[in-house]
């Protein structure tokens, strides 16, 4: 750990979180201790090289195993695993679902095709999906709180068989049918919580019953917890993930709501220094895709780049 002094532009509601410190030149690094991979992440990616390394045959993931550029490039080169966009695209060979999962269906028609299925959604996500099949069971119209583009949400409304509604604002709350009157709600797991609470606020006004499984991952709290601490206590904020990475976007969203100048970047080629010149705390976060190595190499180029200034002066 390096340093102590923290310079509070707000006054922030929980403790300032562990960091791990580094000293370049004149500036201060701090990264978050929540960064990388989460447990999800790195438990279907494990499955996924363990199955390249293990099966006979050609081994897909069905869409983009996670939503991190560097990780799919990694697992075409090295595994020799590519991805494919729908059951159309392969006739044999192993599939293994990606973290967000797939409409049941669609793993019914893989496994008629005689494909081997490896399921690697994650277990908070089944268990929302889980969710979403018991309130259609139990006669609730299903609300999911999330992006209807998003594919965690494409296959939780997929377990409540197409029935249900994807609120991603409040102007979608009127499209949920004045019939229903009794509604399950869910929520996708990288959401903030302020905006599912604006929500289901709106919705406990239109309804007579409104049941809320909060679905929110423990990994986004946490990160998000860690990007507030991470704003208010330096001057700029690097947040490392793809850009295709929901969880990665709302900490830049996060970190910019805390008054923090928040740089998103895929890899360290992306950083602009032209907007550190200032800097003299920076901050990194890293969406729960984006693997270990590469907030090394931004974390490298950074120390290696204001060192320099320092040399030079
Ligand atoms: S963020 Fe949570 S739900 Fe998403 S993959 Fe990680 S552990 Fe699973």
Not at 93 to 116: F, M, W
Not at 248 to 267: C, D, F, N, P, W
Request: proline share 3%; charged share 25%; net charge neutral.
């Amino acid at each position: 750990m390096y340093g102590t002094e923290q310079t509070m532009s707000q006054k922030y509601t929980g403790d300032l979180r562990e960091t791990t410190q580094y000293k370049a030149g004149n500036v201060e690094i701090n990264i978050a201790k929540h960064s990388g991979y989460c447990w999800g992440v790195q438990r279907a990616y494990d499955q996924t090289v363990a199955t390249a390394k293990t099966t006979e045959g050609p081994v897909y993931t069905y869409g983009p195993l996670i939503h991190n550029p560097q990780t799919i490039d990694e697992l075409r080169n090295v595994y020799g695993v590519n991805y494919v966009n729908g059951p159309e695209d392969l006739e044999v060979g192993t599939v293994v679902v990606r973290t967000h999962g797939v409409p049941p269906e669609i793993q019914e028609q893989l496994r008629q095709k005689g494909v081997n299925v490896i399921d690697a959604t994650c277990p908070y996500v089944r268990v929302t999906q889980n969710y979403a099949a018991l309130l259609l069971k139990q006669k609730y119209h299903v609300v999911i709180i999330g992006d209807p583009k998003h594919a965690e949400v494409i296959s939780i409304l997929a377990y409540a068989k197409g029935e249900g509604t994807v609120i991603h604002s409040m102007e979608d709350i009127d499209r949920i049918p004045k019939n229903k009157r009794r509604l399950g709600v869910v929520v996708q797991s990288t959401l903030i919580l302020e905006k599912v609470n604006k929500i289901v606020n709106a919705l406990l006004a239109r309804a007579q019953e409104v049941r809320v499984f909060n679905t929110i991952c423990y990994v986004t709290t946490e990160r998000q917890e860690d990007a507030e601490s991470i704003a208010l206590s330096n001057d700029h904020v690097l947040v490392i993930g793809g850009k295709e990475s929901s969880n990665t976007k709302k900490l830049a969203i996060v970190a910019e709501l805390h008054g923090a100048r928040a740089m998103l970047i895929e890899s360290e080629a992306d950083i602009d220094f032209s907007k550190l010149v200032n800097a003299k705390r920076i901050g990194i976060l890293a969406g729960a895709s984006t693997p270990n190595w590469l907030i090394d190499k931004c974390k490298d180029r950074l120390v290696e780049h204001f060192s320099a200034v320092v040399a030079a002066a």
